[in-house]
Each structure stands twice: as structure tokens, then as C-alpha cells.
T-cell receptor, first 114, second 112 residues
Framework: SQELEQSPQSLIVQEGKNLTINCTSSKTLYGLYWYKQKYGEGLIFLMMLQKGGEEKSHEKITAKLDEKKQQSSLHITASQPSHAGIYLCGAGPYSGGGADGLTFGKGTHLIIQP | EADIYQTPRYLVIGTGKKITLECSQTMGHDKMYWYQQDPGMELHLIHYSYGVNSTEKGDLSSESTVSRIRTEHFPLTLESARPSHTSQYLC???????????FGPGTRLTVL
């Protein structure tokens, strides 16, 4: 089955600084999803990447997919307190994610210091 | 913003009780899912459904059961709750033909 490894596991960043979170897959990626979760709550869909080299942006968050490296990165520019939370990457079932759901990484806990 | 709802948000219950976690979506999505998430751990798929009268078990074995009598409703039932069932349960839905899933706020279950 597929495994998704996220790094770093946790990240403390001063407000206004940039940061990058990585997600590496053990198998070929056919679709990579980024979600944000506030503690104890549900997941909020951020964006989905399908093609190698694809890059998408949503407000100050940009995600890229490197198909050859089986990796995706999420970059936040000029971080704000509202960016704090847990960021999870997920892979679609055609990457061997199993059943018909998404396989998720363990998440990156992001703390923004004022 | 996704229109998917879960009730209750929090539930504390004694061992042996029967519980039903509710999940409803107003988007007309065919596919619905239940995930289990322990604190600090990744989500694991426990049940999913392609549509009415369709239910399948996910990757993680679970003692819970689900039903799909109506498109918008996908309840999860535990016949006899145990402390090992303590976890967060997240419901999600997606349109047929896509894998983008939209999640509810979750139910945090504590079994004493």
C-alpha cells in the first residue's frame, strides 16, 4: 500500500516568514491533495495537483507537484496566525491508496509565533 | 464551502452503549466516506459508499457498521461501544468521477 511521508512533522515560524512543507510518496502519484485541519476539527480542502510540474496557488499558499520525485511541496508566503494548523497531504486511489478513499500523511503541525 | 454536517460534535458515553454518529451532506454527492483519526495520527478509511444501498469496508478494520438508505445520509453505528473506540470520526463526500473529498467537522467520541 502507499505511504505518504510529510516533513517536517512540526514547524514553528515567526509571523511574516515564509515556510515550506513537503510530502513524499512511496509510489507514483496520480493525484495529490492538500488539506488543512484545525485542531479537533474537520479537514478543509486547499488544492489538488494532478500533473507533473503543476503549480497552484490559493491566496498566499502555493503547491507544486514533482512527478519524477513523487513529491509535492506546499509553500506559504508571509505567514499569518490564520495559517496555523495541521497540513495534510493525501493521495488518490489510483496511486494505490487502497479502497476508494484517500491515503493521508501524518500531517505537519504549523505554529505561527507573533 | 462544503455543506456536510456531523452530529454530535462531541460524545462521552459508557462502555456497552449503542451509538449512532450522524453524517449528512446537501451537495448531492454520490460517494461518502468515514475516516477514523486518533490524536496525532493519520486518518484511516473505515467505510465508504458509492451511492444508495452501497457500503464497503475501508482499509482499517472497524467494528462499526454503516448504512446508506438516502443519498444525503450516511450514519455510522457502534452496537456496543468500548474504550478502544475512543477516537475522532470524520465523514466526507465527493462527486462521482472525482477524488476531491469534502469533510464534515468530525465527531470526537470518548468511551469510558
Amino acid at each position: 500500500s502507499q505511504e505518504l511521508e510529510q516533513s517536517p512533522q512540526s514547524l514553528i515560524v515567526q509571523e511574516g516568514k515564509n515556510l515550506t512543507i513537503n510530502c513524499t510518496s512511496s509510489k507514483t502519484l496520480y493525484g495529490l491533495y492538500w488539506y488543512k485541519q484545525k485542531y479537533g476539527e474537520g479537514l478543509i480542502f486547499l488544492m489538488m495537483l494532478q500533473k507533473g510540474g503543476e503549480e497552484k496557488s490559493h491566496e498566499k499558499i502555493t503547491a507544486k507537484l514533482d512527478e519524477k520525485k513523487q513529491q509535492s511541496s506546499l509553500h506559504i508566503t508571509a505567514s499569518q496566525p490564520s495559517h496555523a494548523g495541521i497540513y495534510l497531504c493525501g493521495a488518490g486511489p489510483y496511486s494505490g491508496g487502497g479502497a476508494d478513499g484517500l491515503t493521508f500523511g501524518k500531517g505537519t503541525h504549523l505554529i505561527i509565533q507573533p | 464551502e462544503a455543506d456536510i454536517y456531523q452530529t454530535p460534535r462531541y460524545l462521552v458515553i459508557g462502555t456497552g452503549k449503542k451509538i449512532t454518529l450522524e453524517c449528512s451532506q446537501t451537495m448531492g454527492h454520490d460517494k461518502m466516506y468515514w475516516y477514523q483519526q486518533d490524536p496525532g495520527m493519520e486518518l484511516h478509511l473505515i467505510h465508504y459508499s458509492y451511492g444508495v444501498n452501497s457500503t464497503e469496508k475501508g482499509d482499517l478494520s472497524s467494528e462499526s457498521t454503516v448504512s446508506r438508505i438516502r443519498t444525503e445520509h450516511f450514519p455510522l453505528t457502534l452496537e456496543s461501544a468500548r474504550p478502544s473506540h475512543t477516537s475522532q470520526y470524520l465523514c466526507a463526500s465527493s462527486e462521482f468521477g472525482t477524488d476531491t473529498q469534502y469533510f464534515g467537522p468530525g465527531t470526537r467520541l470518548t468511551v469510558l
